[in-house]
């Protein structure tokens, strides 16, 4: 399992260069039909990437405490450590950040499944970008009101929340989910700009 986490980790981590890579390589292809056949593959990739993102997040929620085995009950402690990083954003009530600990590690893990598998590529994408955006904003008030807390992000190593968390967390995680979202719509148009002239009436 720690091995897992550290894959899920290291993908989530260093996934961008690839997004960034594929992006220049998708410009630099200038014949439209190799393009049409390279960007399919390529988000394929991009939301196993973003897909990553979330898993290693809820990985990193509910992961056991050093020196503890996983299980239900260990699990729980982690989210109960979690909690009180939520309730340091002094946002939410103590039983609302409660509340908010333990369903959303379970919310990531569901939502990093569901980009994994490719169904509904275009609003899984949409759904990564905006929970994305809500932690930059909740990391970008908690800076603005001088709070000295951890981001409580879960990836990587422990970030106190303020510019260095908001340049990773925009780089790394929210570039390739709004990446992979523009590139599935793109990927939508082209198909239906295909198909209409094999369905328009002949003269």
């Not at 056949?37 to 990553?52: E, K």
């Not at 056991?64 to 729980?76: F, H, T």
Request: glycine share 10%; with cysteine; charged share 15%.
């Amino acid at each position: 399992m720690n091995r897992l986490g550290w894959l899920l980790t290291l993908v989530a981590t260093y996934g961008y260069w690839f997004v960034l890579a594929a992006l220049v390589a998708t410009f630099c292809v200038r014949d439209p039909q190799k393009r049409r056949r390279l960007v399919p593959v390529l988000l394929i990739v991009g939301g196993i990437i973003v897909g990553s993102i979330f898993l290693a997040a809820a990985y990193g929620k509910m992961k056991p405490l050093p020196g503890l085995d996983w299980s239900w009950a260990s699990i729980r402690t982690s989210i109960a450590f979690f909690a009180i990083e939520v309730e340091s954003y002094q946002v939410l009530s103590p039983q609302a950040a409660n509340t908010v600990a333990h369903l959303l590690p379970f919310a990531e893990l569901i939502l990093g499944f569901w980009l994994v598998s490719g169904i509904g590529r275009r609003f899984s994408g949409i759904v990564a970008s905006l929970v994305l955006c809500g932690f930059m904003i909740a990391i970008t008030s908690a800076y603005l009101r001088g709070l000295k807390i951890d981001c409580g992000c879960g990836v990587g190593p422990p970030e106190q929340a303020g510019p260095a968390a908001l340049l990773r967390d925009g780089l790394k995680f929210l570039m390739p989910a709004v990446l992979v979202t523009i590139g599935s719509f793109w990927i939508r148009r082209q198909s239906h700009a295909a198909r209409l002239p094999a369905s328009a009436p002949s003269a």
